[in-house]
């Protein structure tokens, strides 16, 4: 298998909407809307992510994604990036009033002033971890017994490693990460291995699946 990109590196992956997958491939059900979301799937979805920052990021995207589809915040993933210094958790944590005032005129994110406070709150959160010396990818990783997580059933919107993540997440003072948050991130930055079985990336994603813990 070749090797994918980095979902959520600092410079951004290839734009999905720029890239031309194949429409015949198998996929999950549903990566199948539009070449933007195979594109996202084929490249990105599932693959492990074990770079603390580029984790915070995920999160953040999939906290403003909560009552939204994927696709809106998949389409302003750049203006996201732009809006939020590069997802630099050290400089969205010296945010401000006229910071959030700011972001609240932007049509490049969804401007929803709690979701905008909480991402603040989070970088905050994360710079907390790592002044106590915890950093997140490792305490991410190892809620999940530091190898990815197989669901063997269907696809499901939480589960209780969910409520235990967004649990520990939350004690850690992160908001806008509710169980199905939580799930969504652990989906997305692969620590829970749920492509569905007819999709061409259920076995390639499957290698490092010796974790049979339950999601």
């Not at 209780?160 to 199905?180: D, E, I, Q, W, Y």
């Not at 652990?186 to 339950?214: T, W, Y």
């Amino acid at each position: 298998m070749q090797p994918m990109p980095d979902p959520c590196r600092r410079d951004g992956p290839p734009d999905p909407a720029a890239m031309s997958p194949d429409p015949d491939r198998p996929r999950c059900r549903w990566a199948q809307a539009d070449a933007m979301m195979m594109a996202y799937h084929d490249a990105e979805w599932g693959q492990p992510v074990h770079d603390s920052r580029q984790l915070w990021e995920m999160l953040v995207l999939e906290s403003f994604q909560a009552g939204l589809s994927w696709r809106t915040i998949l389409k302003r993933r750049a203006g996201f990036r732009r809006a939020f210094a590069g997802f630099d958790p050290d400089r969205v944590a010296r945010f401000g009033d006229a910071d959030i005032t700011r972001l609240l005129a932007d049509p490049g994110i969804i401007r929803a002033r709690a979701k905008i406070v909480a991402t603040i709150g989070n970088a905050r959160a994360y710079i907390a971890m790592r002044e106590r010396g915890e950093d997140l990818a490792t305490f991410a990783w190892g809620m999940v017994g530091h190898a990815p997580v197989h669901n063997p059933g269907p696809v499901q919107a939480s589960s209780p490693l969910s409520h235990a993540m967004s649990t520990a997440l939350r004690a850690r003072g992160f908001r806008f990460v509710g169980p199905v948050t939580a799930y969504a991130w652990m989906q997305a930055a692969g620590m829970i291995h749920d492509h569905e079985p007819g999709c061409f990336r259920h076995a390639g994603a499957g290698v490092l699946l010796s974790n049979k813990n339950e999601v």
